[in-house]
């Protein structure tokens, strides 16, 4: 278990440097299906099956078939190297590694790595996430199906051919 | 079913209907937009029947019936909630209400069926229906107000019907903003009657008037009651506020049958009967109420015998008979003025949709000197303004004898009466017998002055017309005889039946006041309002039957005082010099060119384009368009927050 | 046990790295799928939160993050799309007006 | 036994299982080409292969050399990471979906409980779903890196189509998943076991979904078919006019793992219909216990070549869809069919468990 975990962060942490470092956006984005998966690994070994199955169906099969197809339609090749933003190209790193020593600072310092242990785990069942869903997050889910109606007419409207 | 689920029944088919033809009405076919209209009105009539029936025969005595169903408003102490309220009162008021509105809507499935926009005006209708049944049942004083508002809307979408028409559109206009300064007089009443009784439900206002401490609050009771006057004296046109109404003649027909004559102008006679507990214990507000409603009543009779317009004279009785109901509530004997509401809704809506169908047969004509002799050609609609003409002249065994006699005998021996408010009234009643058979003698009678092209196709109207003309002449008839007066020997079931609704007001206002007239008997009282109603409809027939040369003879000996009712007593002028030319010249000196253009568009409109020109032209730098920048200067901020949270904690 | 703390790490380290791309990366695909990145280091923290606290509301947020990334990736890419048919570009640098 | 620890043995025995399942499926596949170009065939009043081995059945064996010794011809525009990578996601794809599909009940064998399944989840069901949903991947790279415009067009359409018929593919179990009350397949099959009553009738009818879920079982079927692109649906790689889709540029073992994955994805799909709606392993069970262990599989195996048949015999029957044909099918009548579907089978649930 633990060492999947670590097995499975490191992966994580490579493919998500991958993404940031390759040009060809293709690569990118098969990168980013492998975070995805290693995600769902880690949901896994969380506990969280329902997210994790979730996880690969919809952000991995779904959402990413969407940008490599979206790659694939505008035949997107490699970025030409061109810095325009002064601020992102001399500020950017150093603002990034201050940020993540910030945030890892903040981590360490309130979630100390003891190895506590946790309480038992959630029931992280379809049919658990399911009931609090239509109980206690109705509004919410109704909400987000009138987002999703918009975006799809949104997404429709805007790729329309002409306007 | 029980009521707390049929009241609601009884608002919704309108509702859906004027939803269903405001929004769909404009593909649907003449017929099924009508069938839709009159559909929801019918049904909502056999609602109101049905209610009515399960309250009589279920509920336990005539005890009022309140249910609520949600909270509407919820703001400190104030609450307000969406809640119906039914008792004896809201039952004939529902009924009268529904059963009018019901004709109405079949009468104009033909009336309406050549002009534009006949979607438009079904809707508008049920729309109206909806508003004031919510006004008649609602629970508290802001619903109420919703009602009221409502209808006061509709009103302005009706008559300016016609809204190509200047002179509609202004008529709109101006009952809209008429009647404005009296819902200011009732938004007032509403929020004194609050900050006294910190509650705006009836129910519990009237159980915490009873116990008020006696003499404590009657300051504040009597200002309550003017200034809720005040709104009741806007809606329904009564004196200083009446001048909108004839104006609202310019809307169709039977819309001045349904709003301007039988249901919404009367929602004021209604609101002051609804508060009878309050007036009665504001006695001098009440006192107020009368004496206004007897002038109003005298006042706008006078005006009614010089108007040669057929609607616009109809408008004039119909405010004087206004004055009238006011008159019966204002002395005491709100019963009565009820009584009256109902004959009254009855009758003059039948004038008026006679009326309408007299200006259907002569092409839009309303002038009486035009017409004359139409009884040969239009024999049902003679009939039936003849059998109303009866009735509002007060003849016997017509409705509005009955009702009206209540009146005036209440005013002489009521808990309020005066004799002199007495007199007034049967002054009224003969001048109302008399205007009123000018116009049966200038319209049906005699020889006829229509001209020739018109007088071709004269003709009558359709059944669809007339259907609803027979139905109402009917009830002109009958529906006195639910009051057969104590001085014929009957027992005023009506006001018997209404005595829970309005004893406790009565009873407490005969504690206070003991009046006790002496002399004339009950039927000597009626006797003379009869006397009068006879000497006005004799004067009316000998002068306007034959020819029309005695009132011309008499109008060139008192050529002033026939200027002055001709010109309505110069009210109008004088409003306009009083206070639409102040506004004007106030707006455009003032208001437009100092205020508007100078400090408005000045200071604040183009100074702050121009301050924000100028901030804008410096901050335009970080604006650079580059989202890489903007993502870093995010991420700069986001840094600098945590360094800030990290460094506090 | 894995503690806590190692898995809110890797959630900021994904959300950093996310953040980087946004910044060194000019392709709006790219970025957009850095944005992706972003909300999956997000998740991760909702579900180890989820798992250490013993209710299930923290996976519930996921669910929501999820539905919302699918609605935003779908109208980003419908505005990339028409944003590369006006203007011939994928660059984001190059779409710095608000005007053609 | 005893001298093993208890992690070893049950990775034995999942290592068995594995091996049987892989040599099982990989053999069934090469038979299946042989079976669909005989059964063609003779629909089309023809012979078939004939010639190697006794009517043609060691062609398969003759095929397989062949792929192996052709030459591997990559195109010099192509994306060789991505040309590479595509092939191994189809195949390994296609054959992880396999591993949660249950074949047969579970025996007891000296003391150790054995299930005829790799693995049990308890979503298994979403399992193969997922799996499916990544297969998209394996297409539209293998459009994109051969760098050439009949494959990307084969690409292009396909990634559609999958996606697109995936929605109703969910749909239409959506049913299912109702009645069973759960994810797993392993639950969803014990759910059919026994006969339909009506009351208290029995009316010797099994208890298998496809009478409650006709409507849910032609979605799936349809789709599925779709899904896995095969013929009326097969537009990717329709031959007259986009030569051979996306795969024209691939030859040699990387064309025959796409072809060995498109046969393994009938199979997967061929699979969870009988799991689904025809009652999986479920049939007369009768003999000694031998027996009683695989009448079980044999009922399986024969439940899932009916569906292998009539993938052929619809091969050798329909004609092509038109491209937008397919699309508006998909979504304007199966994805409502299937939302009709699911709002059915809800009201007969209530209706069937209100008080």
Redesign the interface.
Known sequence: MTVLFYICAALAILAALNVIRQRTPVYSALSLIVVLCALALVYLLLGAEFMAVIQVIVYAGAIMVLFVFVIMLLNAGKETSRQRSRLARWLGVPLVTAFLAEILIAVWSQFPPVAASPPPPPDGSPAAIGTLLFRSYVLPFEVTSILILVAVLGAVVLAKKEF | MNLEVLLPLLLLPPLVGAAVNGIYGRRFSQGMVSLIACASAGLSMLVAILVAWTYSTTSTGPAPFSHSYFTWIQAGDLRADVALYYDRLTLVMTLTVTVVAFLIHLYSRGYMEHEGGYYRFFSYLNLFLFMMLTLITAANYPLMFVGWEGVGLCSYLLIGFYFRKQSASDAGKKAFIVTRIGDAGFTVGVALLFWTFKTLDFQTVFARIGELPPGQYAGTLTAIGLAIFLGAAGKSAQLPLYVWLPDAMEGPTPVSALIHAATMVTAGVYLVARSSILYAHAPKALAVVGVVGGLTALFASTIALAQNDLKRMLAYSTISQLGYMFLGCGVGVFAAGIFHLMTHAFFKSLLFLAAGSVMHAMNGELDMRKMGGLRHKLRITHATFFIATLAISGVPMFAGFFSKDEILAGAYEGPLGQTWLYWLGTLTAGLTAFYMFRALCLTFWGKSRVEPETAHHLHESGFKMTGPLLALAFLSIVGGYVSWPRALGGGEAFDRYLEPVFGPAEEALRNAHVHNPEGLSGGALMTFSVLAACIGIGLGIWWYWKSIDTPRKLAQRFAGLHEVLIHKYYIDEFYNWLIVHPIHILSEKFLWRVVDQGAIDGVLVNGAGEVSTEVGGVLRRIQSGNIRSYAAWVLLGAVLWLLYVLVIH | ??????????S????????????????M??????I??ML?GV??AF??F????????G??F???V??????????G??????V???RDT????D????KL | MGTFSETTVLLAVAAVKIAFVLVFLLTAIAYLTWLERKVVAHIQARWGPYLVGPHGLLQPVADGIKFIMKEDIVPLEADRVTYWLAPFLGFVLAFLSIAVIPFGGSFTFRGLRIQAQITDVNVGLLFVFAVTSLGVYSVALAGWSSNSKYPLFGALRSSAQMISYELSLGLAVVGVIMMAGTLSLRGIVDAQSGFWHIGRVNTWLPHWNIFAQPLGFFIYFTSAVAETNRVPFDLPEGETELVGGFHTEYSSMKFAMFFISEYANMVTVSCLATLLFFGGWHGPVFGPALLQVLLPVFWFCAKVFCFLFFYIWMRGTLPRFRYDQLMSFGWKFLLPLGLLNILLTSLAIAWHEAP
């Open positions: 046990m894995v503690p806590l703390s190692h898995y809110l790490a890797l900021a380290i994904l959300f950093v790295l996310g953040g980087a791309g946004f910044i060194i990366r000019r392709n695909i790219s970025v957009v799928m850095c992706e990145l999956n998740n991760l579900i180890a989820s798992r250490f606290r013993g209710n299930l509301d996976q519930l996921v669910f929501f999820i539905v919302v990334a699918a609605a935003e990736a779908a109208v890419l419908a505005i990339i799309i028409a590369q048919r006006n994928l660059d984001l640098e779409v710095d007006s608000m």
